[in-house]
């Protein structure tokens, strides 16, 4: 088959995305592998799937796959891809989208600098959501928020749409990413595995970040990862309300209030190049 496709990357997070919204997706999970393969494909993190909306409350719905072919939850960098897609492709005159994903509904809204910033959605804590498995580990509490102890790190578990665990390292050009990152991403305690971030915090209202994610390795960025990060930050007394994440791929403005409060994230997305591939 012939598939049309937009390359696009946010932050150096790269993404595939098909338009889904005039016939229904129909990729299987091989033919899915080879489109994300980076030497006999396209190559990509993940895939990006625009469906129209199944709710009269959203403008569409999206899915996304790692270049596994296995579906996720969420991706914060894929979101802001998705609006830049819908607008620049004529699917929608709005600057303000209502999105649904897997497990949650997004307001993405398009900055006149060109940026999208999207609400996140609260992070959620209970270990359930995760889920984690916190059972025999004795935590370390600091400001009233929990560092568990696992495979030598002390982690700050919670989750945006998708599972994380973050731990404060003093500088991530050194930090053990690819050798404890996939050691912590399939971690027994982790049932349905994990997102590994590693953060250096350089000011109050400014770290550096590195993410090891499930299925994909470590990426240029992570949008979830990046929220991740600032939320367990500011529960531990750490980091400020507003926060630029420095990642390998560019710049991100994260945003959390505390609480129940959405976390907001802003940042760039680019289209690369569209194309077609027979798969």
Same mark, same amino acid.
């Given at each position: ?7 696009? /990357?946010?932050?150096?997070?790269? %993404? ?8 229904? %997706?129909?990729? +299987? ?24 909306? +199944?709710? @009269? ?7 996304? %796959?790692?270049?596994?072919?296995? $579906? ?51 992070? &959620? ?9 916190? /059972? ?16 030598? @790190?002390?982690?700050? &578990? ?14 991530? $050009? ?15 305690? %982790? ?16 770290? !550096?970040?590195? &993410?090891?994610?499930?299925? !994909? ?8 990862? !990046?929220?991740?990060?600032?939320? @367990? ?8 309300? @507003? &926060?630029?994440? /420095? +990642? ?11 609480? /129940?409060?959405?976390?907001?994230? +802003?940042?760039? !997305? ?10």
């Amino acid at each position: 088959m012939r598939l049309r496709f937009t390359k696009m /990357q946010g932050a150096g997070n790269d %993404f595939v995305v098909i338009d889904a919204t005039r016939q229904p %997706f129909a990729l +299987t999970p091989e033919q899915m592998r080879r489109l994300g393969d980076r030497r006999f494909g396209v190559g990509c993190d993940q895939i990006l799937v625009i469906e129209p909306s +199944t709710d @009269a409350g959203a403008d569409f719905r999206y899915r996304i %796959f790692n270049n596994t072919g296995d $579906e996720v939850e969420h991706c914060g960098n894929g979101a802001r891809c998705f609006v830049r897609f819908v607008v620049d492709a004529g699917l929608t005159d709005k600057r303000e989208i209502r999105v649904d994903t897997m497990n949650r509904r997004l307001l993405l809204t398009l900055q006149d600098d060109g940026r999208v910033t999207v609400d996140m959605g609260p992070p &959620v804590f209970d270990h359930a959501a995760l889920p984690f498995d916190a /059972q025999g580990l004795v935590p370390r509490v600091v400001n009233g928020f929990e560092l568990w102890p696992v495979e030598g @790190a002390e982690l700050a &578990v919670l989750s945006m749409g998708n599972p994380h665990a973050v731990q404060r390292v003093d500088d991530v $050009e050194t930090a053990p990413v690819l050798t404890q990152g996939p050691r912590l991403e399939r971690h027994a305690r %982790f049932a349905r595995r994990v997102n590994v971030g590693f953060m250096q915090i350089l000011a109050r209202d400014r770290i !550096a970040l590195r &993410v090891f994610e499930r299925d !994909a390795g470590e990426t240029l960025a992570c949008g979830t990862g !990046a929220c991740a990060a600032v939320v @367990a930050g500011i529960r531990l007394g750490w980091l400020d309300a @507003a &926060v630029e994440v /420095q +990642t390998r791929g560019g710049l991100l403005r994260i945003e959390w209030a505390g609480g /129940q409060n959405a976390v907001l994230m +802003t940042g760039p !997305a680019t289209q690369v190049f569209d194309g077609e591939i027979t798969l």
